[in-house]
């Protein structure tokens, strides 16, 4: 699907941003992705700087196993939806399906590093279905509170990228440092051809930014409100301007 590819000048200056919870749908979001991001944090042995480069794939792999959920449940209930009452759905739905596949490639790209045990797979499986008919459940109740709720988990994954990104710059993982990034990721972020492992993360990372700013749109967006396009989505809704898509990748 089209998705964006970053100018990484640009992409390096994202800054860490915070949706105040304004309303009861807000602070329950907020609550079940303050919970949400605690439960990754135990089941991975994650601690906030002060783990490994193993400790950020197993963090990054268990969070992106579930990352492209929201996305793909998110499009498939708008879509029965505009089937049902034969209205179309503004643009919602190809924001959504874009997402899901966006965050897969994530998890594949970091797949290239680490590749999880039987035990690790049965686990992930696990969460999986779990956060899958949860999260149905509470966007077929509350599509406000579902997207308020996404958006939270972006900022903590922009969060968890920021850092891994500090600690390749502090020169505590010089391994990272110089390791090539994936043909994979190359070809999807159209990154330069000697792209490194950190030029992945930072592209991964912009790519949550922009996950974390059209959710929290979506939340906000009312009955029947229309969509611009995805540039000047980003562009009216991000707080850090300096942040702007290059350009589109088929």
């Known amino acids: 699907m089209p998705h964006p590819v970053w100018d990484m000048k640009s992409a390096e200056n994202v800054e860490q941003t915070h949706y105040e919870p304004k309303d009861f749908g807000d602070r329950v979001a907020w609550a079940q992705a303050l919970w949400t991001r605690k439960f990754f944090d135990i089941i991975s042995g994650y601690r906030h700087g002060q783990v490994n480069e193993q400790g950020y794939l197993t963090r990054l ?64 499986l696990g969460e999986q279905t779990y956060f899958i008919f949860w999260y149905m459940a509470l966007y077929a109740v509350s599509p406000k509170t ?50 490194k492992f950190r030029d992945m993360l930072v592209a991964m990372r912009a790519d949550e930014v922009m996950h974390r700013e059209i959710n929290h749109y979506f939340a906000g967006l009312k009955p029947g409100e229309t969509l611009p396009g995805m540039t000047n989505l980003i562009a009216a809704s991000a707080k850090n301007k300096k942040f702007q898509p290059d350009d589109t990748k088929q």
């Open 61 to 124: 792999v268990i969070t992106e196993s579930v990352s492209g959920v929201p996305g793909m449940v998110g499009g498939m209930i708008r879509h029965l939806k505009s089937l049902s009452r034969m209205d179309p759905d503004l643009g919602v739905i190809h924001h959504l399906l874009e997402e899901a596949e966006n965050e897969r490639k994530h998890l594949f790209a970091l797949l290239e590093l680490k590749q999880p045990s039987i035990l690790f797979r049965i686990g992930l």
């Open 146 to 195: 579902a997207h308020r709720f996404v958006g939270y988990l972006r900022e903590f994954s922009t969060r968890v990228y920021t850092q891994a990104i500090h600690d390749i710059d502090s020169g505590k993982f010089p391994e990272w440092k110089d390791m090539p990034a994936p043909e994979a990721a190359i070809e999807y972020w159209a990154l330069d051809e000697n792209a």
